[in-house]
């Protein structure tokens, strides 16, 4: 059974007299994991609430398979949701919290049992079934919060943060078993996060958003090699690509992107940007696409000061300027190399991202 | 040796100022009631010069009708105006538990009679159930209905009707704090599992505002058995005994009837019976503790 499509169309939210939500227009369809991702304050959750219900609509419309329900209580829209902080009913025990919306519903106490008992299983948490909230960890939370939502047996699955809270190692572990599980239930589900890190790995699509706008949408691989703006191309990889002021040059029939320290041979297709007049550009280099290389040639090579070493395991950081500017690099932690040192990077075509410096468009 | 047995005895050390002064002033008195509970003991007379009798005092309130009537009036009264207030305190905690404009005056309003002095409560209500020029009656007639006999035959509705007016508003803004505080995340999630607004009420709210709710009760029903201005103002404890609650009786054992031991002998009785009450709802919730408990561990068991 396919599970329904979701369109928002236009939403915009605002807290009086304040807009928090633009305009988002939104098609996410059935069976797809997206993924909302974006700073802190971008409207991410209240994006998710207004879906869910919790949250009016100030202006537009949200449709599931068509049909408009921005008027409908949450417990009609056939929905689950799993929150930051769990959400968790603090005087039932994981059985009873798991089984809430069944027993409001008045199954037969035997389906009641039976389903508990199934999702306990796949969250793993048959041992606990008797025990409170309080007298869980947090992983174990997290874990009943996403039962009691798998119980409902909904649709639509939401998540607001819901990895938020748990240490770095225990986030990996449950993200790795969210991927699982969503491969196993197929559900319409939409994730809310601001860890680029967790879209990457969840999405099917990912949903960037700034300010309370959508900046640009698409699988996770579409978005990190051409992201749409430079905002899009700063939020996702890790550690963030790195901006460079330059001018567009064209000398003997060759175009060039010029610096304070740097000239970069561009590919030919690019040279209709000169035509148009567009000559002040950044330029956006992702560490990943900077290769320690001595032997590089100057049109397509850049000379870093090291001016911080960061050792995290296989790979360094090296922190370096290129001239007055920061500029980040990953470096195979065995090279040899000394703080202070000039290095020479090389860089490849595809590695060069081009963006208007007013509009901050991709070029 | 002897600082290791000092070094266990300092802890004791510092509390003692504090438990001296405790045992001063909580017990002093306390004991200086039950001891006068054993004598025949005219206020004119010095303790020391009382005479012993045992039981006696309490032996003879067992008997007289006059306190079984007066221990009765003040169980129905208590009773009465704790369950009542708890219905219409609880109730509008629920209904005004929102944001709208306005509300935070409303709330202030609300609680306005719990500021006022009890003497004055007491004269207001008089004035308002009098029989010809009371507020109350003055308006059923001139709806063309017959009065009422407030302070009369219905002595008992009416002080349950001034009490409740005045102390509602406690368990209103107690019961409105504890809604407050509830996590807002786990009503909402209860909003997606798909319960009503009723269901919210009943499995999520009530629950969790339980606690509160046993200690506001506690301490409503403590001072629903020791009320005594507002029914002194009204009706002085008539018509016939029909109003008159224990405190009014101790306090008119004591300065009418001149005779402390008895009065010390009632007001250990209502002791006594405001401690059983206070153990019965600790056992109560215990019981209900462990039955929770031990029903789970049954679901489980089957499940
Ligand atoms: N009840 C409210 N009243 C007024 N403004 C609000 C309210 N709730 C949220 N906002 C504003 O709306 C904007 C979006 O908030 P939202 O909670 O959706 O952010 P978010 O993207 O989820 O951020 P985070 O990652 O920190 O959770 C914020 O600027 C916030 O200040
Ligand atoms: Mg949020």
Redesign the interface.
């Known amino acids: 059974m396919a599970m329904p499509e979701i369109r928002l169309e236009n939403l915009i939210k605002r807290y009086g007299t304040v807009e928090v939500l633009h305009g988002i227009d939104l098609t996410m369809q059935s069976d797809e994991f997206t993924v909302l991702v974006g700073p802190s304050g971008c409207g991410k959750s209240t994006t998710l609430r207004m879906i869910?219900?919790?949250e009016t609509v100030s202006e537009g419309e949200i449709f599931i398979d068509d049909k408009p329900i921005s008027h409908l209580?949450?417990?009609e829209r056939d929905?689950?949701?799993v929150?930051?902080?769990?959400?968790?009913?603090?005087?039932m025990?994981v059985?009873?919290n798991i089984s809430?919306?069944l027993r409001?519903?008045k199954r037969p106490k035997a389906e009641i049992?039976e389903k508990?008992?199934e999702v306990a299983g796949i969250v793993g948490l048959t041992e606990l079934?008797?025990r409170k909230p309080g007298e869980l960890s947090g992983g174990q939370r997290q874990r009943v919060a996403m039962a009691?939502a798998l119980a409902?047996d909904s649709s639509i699955f939401l998540f607001d943060e819901p990895l938020s809270n748990l240490d770095a190692k225990l986030r990996g572990q449950m993200r790795a078993e969210l991927a699982l599980m969503s491969q196993r239930v197929k559900k319409n589900m939409i994730y809310v996060t601001h860890d680029q890190v967790e879209a990457m790995t969840l999405a099917d699509r990912i949903v960037v958003m700034h300010l309370g706008r959508i900046q640009q949408e698409g699988t996770p691989e579409e978005l990190f090699k051409n992201p749409d703006n430079k905002f899009v191309a700063g939020f996702l990889g890790s550690p963030p690509m790195n901006f460079l002021d330059a001018e567009l040059v064209e000398e003997d029939g060759q175009l060039f992107a010029c610096g304070d320290a740097f000239k970069i041979k561009l590919p030919e297709s690019r040279k209709s940007l000169v035509a148009s007049n567009k000559n002040q550009i950044t330029l956006g280099i992702r560490p990943s696409d900077l290769n320690y290389d001595h032997e590089a040639r100057d049109e397509n090579a850049f000379d870093l000061k090291v001016i911080v070493s960061e050792y995290i395991g296989a790979q360094s950081v090296l922190l370096c300027t290129c001239g007055n500017i920061n500029v980040t690099v990953e470096l195979k932690s065995e090279t040899p190399i000394a703080l202070g040192e000039t290095l020479r990077f090389a860089v490849r075509p595809e590695g060069l991202h081009l963006f208007d410096r007013t509009t901050e468009k991709a070029l | 040796m002897i600082r290791q047995s000092l070094n266990r005895l300092s802890p004791y050390m510092f509390i003692a100022p504090g438990a001296i002064i405790m045992a001063i002033a909580l017990l002093y008195p306390l004991g200086y009631m039950v001891y006068g509970s054993f004598r025949d003991w005219d206020p004119s007379q010095n303790i020391s010069e009382t005479e012993f009798i045992a039981f006696k005092n309490y032996i003879t309130l067992f008997y007289d009708p006059a306190f079984r009537e007066s221990l009765s009036v003040t169980l129905t009264f208590a009773f009465t105006v704790v369950v009542a207030e708890l219905f219409i305190g609880v109730g509008l905690a629920l209904l005004l538990d929102r944001n709208i404009r306005g509300m935070s005056v409303l709330r202030t309003l609300f609680i306005l009679p719990m500021m006022i002095a009890p003497v004055v409560v007491g004269l207001m209500w008089r004035y308002m159930y009098h029989p010809t020029i009371g507020t109350f009656n003055r308006t059923l007639k001139s709806m063309g209905l017959e009065g009422v006999d407030w302070l009369g035959q219905n002595a008992l509705l009416s002080v349950v009707i001034a009490d409740i007016w005045q102390w509602t508003p406690f368990i209103f803004i107690l019961a409105l704090a504890a809604l407050q505080s509830l996590p807002r995340s786990a009503l909402e999630a209860s909003r997606i599992d798909g319960a009503t607004n009723w269901q919210q009420i009943w499995h999520i709210k009530l629950p969790l505002m339980m606690p509160v709710l046993i200690v506001t009760a506690l301490l409503r029903l403590i001072d629903a058995f020791k009320v005594l201005e507002v029914i002194l103002v009204m009706t002085e404890g008539g018509p016939g005994l029909s109003t008159e609650i224990i405190a009014l009786r101790i306090s008119r054992t004591a300065t009418e009837f001149r005779e402390l031991g008895t009065a010390a002998a009632m007001s250990n009785y209502l002791l006594i019976l405001l401690m059983l009450l206070t153990c019965a709802m600790f056992v109560f919730t215990k019981i209900q503790e462990v039955r929770a408990a031990r029903a789970a561990r049954q679901y489980q068991e089957e499940g």
């Open positions: 869910a219900g919790l209580d949450p417990k929905l689950a949701m929150f930051q902080d769990y959400a968790l009913y603090p005087h025990d059985a009873r809430f919306a409001l519903q049992r508990v008992r079934l008797h009691r409902k």
